[in-house]
């Protein structure tokens, strides 16, 4: 998990989001019940992708699960989409740390952050991170806390280049079951 521990200022002068431009077909908007099935396909492309870093969720026998999560996301407000056009090209969502114990920090945690691959590098997965933390910060948020797989280098480097560093490592043992 990486965390940017103070985000109040950074957007406190700013209007719109960075990088928005009359020129930018893409829309960073909330996202709605209506787009609700193609944001599980886009999540689904997600998930499929991770397995490359060793991601061990499935897709498919997660679909019904994933709907239900995005359902409550766009529910609460708790989901963005980049839009060109009626196409989703990117999607992002986050809520604010659940916990049983006190905590002298206020967690907003950054959930999934997706781009499509012909999408990339064009900034939308930067501007999908701002809006999440905007609405993080906006919710109380002292700090903003993601995961990345430890595999995934282009992904750590994406988030140590938008601030975030090493805040807990989780570390991963395979167990054989030895027994007949």
């Not at 893409?26 to 060793?54: C, F, H, K, N, P």
Request: hydrophobic residues 35%; glycine residues 6%; proline residues 3%.
């Amino acid at each position: 998990m990486v965390e940017l521990p103070d985000l109040r200022h950074s957007y406190a002068s700013r209007d719109e989001p960075p990088h928005m431009s009359d020129l930018d077909s893409v829309m960073i908007e909330s996202a709605t019940m209506d787009e609700l099935d193609r944001l599980v396909e886009r999540w689904l492309e997600l998930a499929a992708g991770q397995r490359e870093y060793g991601s061990q969720l499935q897709t498919a026998t997660n679909r019904s699960r994933i709907r239900d999560s995005f359902a409550r996301r766009i529910a609460g407000g708790q989901a963005r989409v980049a839009r060109d056009g009626d196409r989703i090209v990117g999607f992002v969502t986050f809520t604010m740390e659940g916990s049983t114990f006190s905590k002298s920090v206020q967690r907003g945690v950054v959930q999934n952050l997706y781009v499509e691959s012909e999408s990339r590098s064009e900034g939308i997965g930067t501007r999908l991170l701002e809006a999440a933390e905007r609405a993080l910060i906006e919710a109380g948020a002292d700090a903003i806390s993601l995961e990345a797989m430890a595999d995934n280098e282009s992904a750590r480097q994406f988030y140590r280049d938008r601030g975030y560093r090493p805040h807990r490592v989780t570390y991963e043992k395979s167990v054989e079951n030895d027994t007949p």
